[in-house]
């Protein structure tokens, strides 16, 4: 097994402008932020992103990176409409693609399975076939055993990408990756639906490691989907990576509540040690006009 570690930097170095990029995660849980933020800092734009979106599509939005989104929704849980994408809409800087989670989970599947598409029930009887034309049905070419009836679905076309970035718990050298919070979320399927993957991670560990407190089950990424590795503490912030850390809700208002220039110059003009930085002192000086105790 080879070592794919490699700097943020490097991994975002190996894609280009105007792929069709997935990001794993869901809303504001589990995004793999130091690489969004590292893709930031690159001359990469005209992107195509396939997300379950959360503030991964509102910084890339706001800095006008994206070329159309293919999403159910952006949102940052606690705070229900991602307020940068939302500006993104409203001004018409880009493209929306939007489909019923169901049909964007079974999209990546046929995609990881090298389908053209795969025959779903979701979206039948609603307005993702009227906002969305250019989808067809298909109908069974088998009778329902009770009913003799040839049953209609969608057929959800494969949600191909060029790349992916996710984040999980733990990894090893060779790309294996392991979720240990309550939700895989589709993180293995972005992977497998992917051309490349870049998997980082909060902690790296041995092979050996990965099954000594959890099960086998949590292996949630396999090595041969990934490219590389990116070891990141911390590195879905601000958005939860449980059971390492939760959200940082009160930073997640502030994201929220600032005007993006202010939010970007502040915090996204250095590297992912100077966006740690910041972000410390932001807390402290918070904490200060409150009148408590630093830690």
Not at 49 to 58: A, I, L, Q
Not at 121 to 142: E, I, K
Request: glycine share 8%.
């Amino acid at each position: 097994m080879g070592d794919k570690t490699m700097t943020a930097d490097e991994a975002v170095a190996r894609l280009e402008s105007g792929m069709t990029l997935g990001i794993g995660g869901w809303g504001s849980r589990r995004k793999p932020m130091a690489l969004v933020r590292a893709l930031l800092r690159s001359p990469v734009t005209d992107l195509t992103v396939v997300s379950y979106g959360g503030p991964d599509v509102g910084m890339l939005a706001a800095a006008g990176r994206i070329r159309r989104l293919v999403a159910p929704f952006a949102t940052l849980d606690s705070i229900p409409l991602e307020p940068h994408f939302r500006a993104a809409r409203e001004s018409g800087s880009l493209d929306l693609t939007e489909i019923d989670e169901a049909m964007f989970m079974w999209g990546l599947r046929a995609a990881a399975h090298r389908l053209p598409f795969l025959p779903v029930r979701a979206g039948l009887g609603s307005d993702v076939m009227r906002v969305n034309p250019g989808l067809r049905t298909v109908t069974s070419p088998y009778a329902d055993g009770s009913t003799g009836a040839y049953e209609t679905f969608v057929a959800m076309p494969a949600l191909r990408l060029d790349a992916a970035l996710v984040h999980v718990n733990r990894a090893d050298r060779a790309g294996n990756g392991q979720y240990l919070g309550p939700d895989p979320y589709f993180d293995d399927l972005f992977c497998e639906a992917a051309g490349t993957a870049y998997l980082s991670c909060e902690r790296l560990v041995d092979t050996a490691e990965l099954t000594k407190t959890a099960p086998p089950q949590t292996l949630l990424v396999k090595r041969l989907h990934v490219s590389g590795v990116v070891e990141a503490p911390g590195g879905a912030h601000f958005t939860s990576c449980a059971p390492d850390h939760e959200r940082d809700e009160a930073f997640q208002r502030l994201y929220a509540s600032l005007p993006w220039p202010e939010f970007a110059e502040r915090f996204l003009t250095g590297d992912e040690q100077a966006y740690r930085t910041a972000v410390r002192t932001w807390h402290e000086e918070t904490r200060d006009r409150r009148g408590e105790e630093r830690p």
